[in-house]
């Protein structure tokens, strides 16, 4: 069966700047990266050097047949010290959106993917008054990026953001949440944390949204990362509950944009017995192996915002063995299109990543479409991404 995509379509690959460009030594994480009792395995240093590589990274994306590519802009760079902005690191991220443009390629730009500058951290991050007002300062420094752009997303899974920096809080790791069988039950302190930054951080979102509503060539909204609750008999309850704290009340923020980005690898399962769990296929994670989650996702995203036109920001696997990238990627396309096919308005697929890159603490889960060797930079393209090439190409997949 021929499965076509709706014209024009966006197929892309999505990366981050901390993840990807290196040295980025006047954010938030490089001090926690090289601290004596870091939380981290390992620092992220010279990460993909994309900060110097990133036209070669345009030119795989552009011969891959892919007509989308994903970046974020690092705020800590451009505003290394509250109020300076750095002319050439605009300069800069500026040459990366035209060099988009030049190659055919629609850039799709985050203003904030999770680092942000260590002085803001400093003074409180999201949760400080003054977030909402630094933010917008800063959107308003990178307007002249953005010229020619069509696609902003002003935060990137403020859920995640919420979650992880309440974790912190509580001395947690996401990683000790989901790499748990079954979800716990999480306690009312850390509830209430993630509360605070679940009120706080829409403000700041909705700050840059009125700088960016000026420019009406521009479709702006931000991403959510999908955890999938799902309860097993006599769970759901708990389930629905985590789905509306986590991920609903940030999807309700998305009503009035543009669009939404929707984020999906896995799912998590309330109540799931210790039997079902020692049997799951896992990927790198060790979340479960769910290829169809990125249409639950779309499904929840159209059940809670009908009408928001979605963009599929990010979605993929972190696997060693590329074969399986290949699996889980056309189980979410033809899950994707499914969704489609119900009425849902999907723009396009970004997936998250065009390189194996410094994934928040380790460079061991391989989420790339390309590798990049840890010493040289060299990349090399995997099949996986030809894969994603072809279906771009045709607009459609086969299955
Ligand atoms: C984030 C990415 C991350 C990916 C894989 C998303 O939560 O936006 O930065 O690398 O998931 O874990």
Redesign the pocket.
């Known amino acids: 069966m021929n499965r076509s995509f709706p014209a024009g379509f966006l197929w892309g690959a ?1 990366t ?1 700047a901390h ?1 990807t460009e290196g040295n980025n030594t006047t954010s938030d994480l490089w001090p926690l990266e090289y601290a004596a009792d870091s939380p981290f395995q390992e620092p992220s240093g010279d990460a993909c050097d994309s900060l110097h590589r990133w036209g070669e990274d345009l030119d795989i994306v552009r011969d891959l047949g892919l007509n989308a590519y994903r970046f974020s802009l690092e705020w800590a760079r451009i505003e290394p010290v509250r109020g300076v902005v750095s002319r050439a690191m605009l300069g800069h991220y500026r040459s990366i959106a035209e060099g988009c443009l030049e190659r055919g390629i629609t850039p799709v730009v985050t203003l904030n ?2 680092t942000v500058p260590l002085w803001f951290a400093k003074s409180g991050g999201w949760l400080s008054s003054e977030a909402p007002t630094d933010f917008a300062r800063f959107v308003r420094s990178v307007l002249p990026v953005l010229d020619g752009v069509e696609w902003v997303c002003t935060l ?2 403020p859920n ?1 953001v919420a979650i992880t920096s309440a974790l912190r809080a509580h001395k947690m790791t996401l990683e000790m949440l989901t790499s748990l069988d079954d979800v716990p039950v999480l306690p009312p302190e850390l509830l209430a944390s993630v509360a605070n930054v679940a009120r706080a951080i829409p403000k700041a979102h909705e700050a840059a949204q009125e700088v960016l509503g000026n420019l009406s060539a521009v479709r702006s909204g931000w ?1 959510v ?1 999908h955890l999938l609750f799902e309860g097993v008999e006599g769970a759901q309850e708990r389930a629905d509950a985590l789905n509306d704290t986590l991920v609903d009340h940030f999807l309700r923020v998305s009503a009035p944009d543009g669009f939404v980005g929707v ?1 999906a ?1 896995s799912r998590f399962v309330v109540g799931r017995d210790e039997e079902t769990a020692r049997n799951l296929r896992r990927t790198q ?1 060790g979340y479960e192996f769910l290829p169809d989650a990125i249409g639950r996702a779309v499904r929840a995203t159209a059940a809670v915002i009908p009408g928001v036109p979605v963009l599929v920001t ?1 979605n ?1 696997i ?1 696997t060693e063995d590329d074969d399986e990238r290949v699996e889980y990627l056309d189980g979410a396309l033809v899950a994707l299109h499914d969704q489609i096919e119900a009425g849902v308005d999907v723009r396009g697929y970004l997936h ?2 065009l390189l194996d ?1 410094y ?2 603490g380790s460079y061991r ?1 391989k ?1 790339g479409l390309v590798s990049v060797e840890r010493e040289s930079f060299e990349r090399t393209v995997k099949p996986s991404a030809h894969h994603l090439g072809a279906i771009a190409r045709a607009n459609a997949i086969a299955r």
Do not use: K, L
Request: hydrophobic fraction near 45%; proline fraction near 4%.
């Open positions: 999505a981050a993840q993917h999770f990137n899974e995640i991403t990362a984020q690898y994670m990010e993929g972190a998250w990543s890159n994934e928040w889960p989420f």
